[in-house]
């Protein structure tokens, strides 16, 4: 499988062009791959699972995936199946709610701060800091609950939290913080068959949230914050992966494999044993004889 060929029309390394009609939802239901699904997501929790072992071991990189996401998207299953082969001891998924009473006595990005991975480990954001340049752009009024001094709201503050959230990255990336952020893009069609789902299935009703149907009103909306927050903040050293995400199977595949590359490009390495270590092993070898 080459991982690389996948995902090569969904990574947005340059955000200057990016218009996100370049991105269908529905793409991607290739029947040849479809066929294979099981065989191929057991080969890349596997190929992940290895990595993971080897990033822990070495002990220098941390990684950060960031999922954005409309509701019904698929963040939660993503997330489940993707890292279903991964060491939990390596791995640590954090999900930013509305921020609380604390959190808004803060910057807007303390918060995230306090939940990045160390060094050696994946750290999974579902929900981030984007969300101040989406949730709180669609809902101007929650800006005014973050008690920002008066003349610091004005309308350049998207482009200013854009230019603080590349910076923020940008030395996130230079302290050994290799970062991917996740787009799971639905239509709204597909949104609103899941979401009928959740009515029907008595399973699945717990998920269904009437605040979540609200936000459907705000939609196209949501869809100008995304592309706008993208071609602010894709770069190459912190890309966007815009998925399609209607077909579950596809967006899980294309996840599976833009881990894979991002933590093949790191080049890990089980740590290498000086002379003096092997030395060492060699004797507790003769002691356990
Ligand atoms: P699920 O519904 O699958 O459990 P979820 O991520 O939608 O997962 P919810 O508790 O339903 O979780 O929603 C979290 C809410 O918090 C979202 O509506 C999101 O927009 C909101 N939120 C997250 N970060 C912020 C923020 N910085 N400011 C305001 N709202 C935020
Ligand atoms: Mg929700």
């Not at 609380?100 to 160390?118: G, K, V």
């Not at 003349?151 to 939290?161: A, C, D, H, S, V």
């Not at 910076?167 to 639905?186: A, C, M, W």
């Not at 899941?194 to 196209?220: C, G, H, Q, V, Y």
Request: glycine fraction near 4%; hydrophobic fraction near 40%; proline fraction near 4%.
């Amino acid at each position: 499988m080459k991982y690389r060929k996948l995902i090569a029309p969904y990574l947005i390394s340059n955000g200057r062009k990016f218009r996100l009609a370049q991105i269908r939802p529905d793409d991607g239901a290739r029947q040849e791959l479809k066929k294979r699904i099981d065989e191929l997501m057991a080969g890349s929790v596997a190929r992940l699972s290895e990595l993971q072992e080897k990033l822990y071991a070495q002990n220098t990189w941390g990684m950060l995936i960031i999922f954005q996401a409309m509701d019904a998207a698929g963040k939660d299953s993503t997330i489940k199946h993707v890292l279903s082969g991964v060491n939990p001891q390596g791995c640590e998924v954090f999900s930013f709610k509305q921020p609380s009473a604390e959190e808004l006595n803060h910057d807007f990005l303390w918060r995230a701060a306090q939940r990045l991975p160390e060094r050696g480990r994946i750290g999974i954001f579902n929900r981030s800091y984007y969300e101040e340049t989406l949730v709180v752009r669609v809902h101007r009024e929650l800006l005014d609950k973050q008690k920002l001094p008066d003349g610091l709201t004005g309308p350049g503050i998207w482009q200013e939290r854009f230019e603080d959230i590349r910076s923020f990255e940008r030395y996130l990336t230079r302290n050994g913080i290799s970062l991917l952020k996740i787009f799971l893009h639905v239509s709204k069609d597909e949104q609103q068959r899941r979401f009928l789902k959740r009515l029907d299935k008595p399973e699945k009703n717990w998920k269904f949230s009437t605040a979540d149907l609200e936000e459907r009103k705000f939609w196209k909306d949501y869809m100008d914050a995304y592309e706008e927050m993208i071609r602010h903040t894709a770069t190459p050293h912190a890309p966007w992966l815009v998925v399609p995400a209607d077909h579950k199977w596809f967006a899980q595949l294309v996840v599976a494999a833009a881990i894979i590359e991002k933590l093949d490009s790191l080049k890990l390495s089980f740590p290498r044993m000086t002379a003096e270590q092997k030395d060492q092993l060699k004797k507790a070898r003769t002691r356990l004889a």
